[in-house]
């Protein structure tokens, strides 16, 4: 095993949380509280789940404690989770895991063998719980590998009632974990309007249906509400899920106060070149733009605004991204957000090992040091 630990602080807050029951996460002031004590969040994606391997991917190259390792020297507090729904309802058995065989290690995975997806799932919930990692739960795509084109909240094959039973069924599995603090309820819903008065495609009111189920259910946790892409109409091009500007004139509610955290993405040109990144004044014209589609909510110091994915590569223009995007961060007190992504094998971004799944790609994780510098430590009763 090897990895290299970024960024040594010399103060870490330590927040102790027993049971599901004794955590009670919060959005207010802009921020998310745990017991009401403001806390620092240095999340990644880890993805797999939602793909058609039902699985976390790197399991075929490295141990999982490995994964956590990794992720707990550097500093991560949280993860979040992507998965499909069919993964859920279905319960497929989990493909491509090394058992045995991986990193010189004769016990590698071995006691994921056997399990279901859902199965392996709750491993990896309860492991992250005892490295002190907390976790989102992600509902990425209704079909394996299908993110792409899953534009609303449900779909002809998979309606409503569908992803509340999917959303039921995670909940029943960890709603005793005191590590699961959040729901991400629809990966880039990029179909979607902003409150024009169509329930079949409004989100906003999609937003309070599908987090008021969640929260009836578990009154403890967080609902992240991601933007859409193209309504309200962005000035400046929006990225998926990045088009939050109907919050301006009609903001989402859940019945439970301080629950709603606002979930923007936002990727630089290697994802998709935008003609502001081809701008004289790049990238000195980005923060107005960033303000214009999400940054202005911050600014209300009411409901906590987190990132839910943005990434890159950092040489080239994309690093000169980078650097603008975390500068921004700071100066708007957003600092905790989730990096896009663990994984090697995300093919526009990187991730945040090599290809071989155990070197660390260090100038991302000196990045990720200087946007949260101190992120809390949580440690959770498992």
């Known amino acids: 095993q090897k990895w290299i630990l970024v960024g040594l602080v010399a103060t870490l807050f330590v927040l102790a949380v027993c049971g599901q029951g004794s955590s009670d996460w919060t959005s207010q002031n802009g921020r998310i509280y745990l017991n009401g004590t403001k806390v620092a969040?240095?999340?990644?994606?880890?993805?797999?789940?939602?793909?058609?391997?039902?699985?976390?991917?790197?399991?075929?190259?490295?141990d999982y404690h490995f994964m956590f390792n990794?992720?707990?020297?550097?500093?991560?507090?949280?993860?979040?989770?992507?998965?499909?729904?069919?993964?859920?309802?279905?319960?497929?058995?989990?493909?491509?895991i090394s058992y045995g065989?991986?990193?010189n290690n004769i016990s590698c995975n071995i006691g994921l063998k056997g399990l279901s997806s859902l199965e392996v799932l709750d491993v990896m919930v309860k492991t992250a719980g005892e490295y002190g990692i907390a976790?989102?739960?992600?509902?990425?795509?209704?079909?394996?590998?299908a993110y792409a084109s899953n534009g609303l909240w449900y779909d002809a094959t998979h309606p409503v009632s569908l992803v509340m039973q999917g959303w039921k069924t995670l909940l029943s599995r960890f709603v005793s974990y005191p590590n699961l603090f959040a729901f991400d309820l629809k990966n880039e819903p990029f179909a979607c309007t902003w409150n024009k008065g169509n329930p079949l495609t409004d989100w906003q009111p999609?937003?309070?249906?599908?987090?008021?189920?969640i929260l009836s259910m578990s009154s403890n946790v967080l609902i992240f509400a991601e933007g859409v892409a193209s309504d309200p109409p962005c000035t400046d091009a929006c990225f998926y899920g990045g088009n939050l500007q109907g919050v301006k004139y009609s903001p989402a509610n859940l019945t439970i106060p301080n629950k709603l955290v606002y979930s923007p993405h936002c990727y630089g040109p290697?994802?998709?070149?935008?003609?502001?990144?081809?701008?004289?004044?790049?990238p000195a014209n980005m923060p107005a733009i960033w303000d214009a589609h999400f940054g202005f909510i911050r600014d209300y110091n009411t409901t906590a605004v987190v990132p839910g994915e943005w990434g890159g590569h950092t040489?080239?223009?994309?690093?000169?991204?980078?650097?603008?995007?975390?500068?921004?961060?700071?100066?708007?007190?957003?600092?905790?957000?989730f990096f896009w992504c663990l994984n090697p094998d995300s093919g526009d971004t990187g991730g945040l090992l090599g290809y071989d799944w155990v070197t660390p790609v260090t100038a991302?994780?000196?990045?990720?040091?200087?946007?949260?510098?101190?992120?809390?430590v949580f440690n959770f009763k498992m």
């Open 270 to 282: 290697s994802v998709y070149m935008q003609t502001y990144f081809q701008a004289s004044n790049f």
């Open 315 to 337: 040489a080239g223009l994309d690093g000169v991204w980078l650097n603008a995007w975390i500068d921004y961060l700071g100066q708007k007190d957003m600092r905790d957000s």
């Open 101 to 103: 065989y991986c990193q």
């Open 41 to 62: 969040l240095k999340g990644v994606s880890w993805f797999g789940f939602e793909t058609s391997l039902s699985v976390f991917h790197g399991l075929w190259a490295v």
């Open 206 to 213: 999609a937003i309070s249906l599908l987090g008021n189920y």
């Open 135 to 145: 976790v989102m739960l992600d509902l990425h795509s209704f079909e394996p590998d």
């Open 70 to 96: 990794f992720l707990k020297q550097n500093q991560f507090n949280a993860i979040r989770i992507p998965f499909s729904l069919d993964m859920v309802i279905k319960n497929p058995m989990p493909t491509s």
């Open 364 to 376: 991302k994780l000196e990045l990720l040091v200087k946007l949260q510098p101190k992120p809390t």
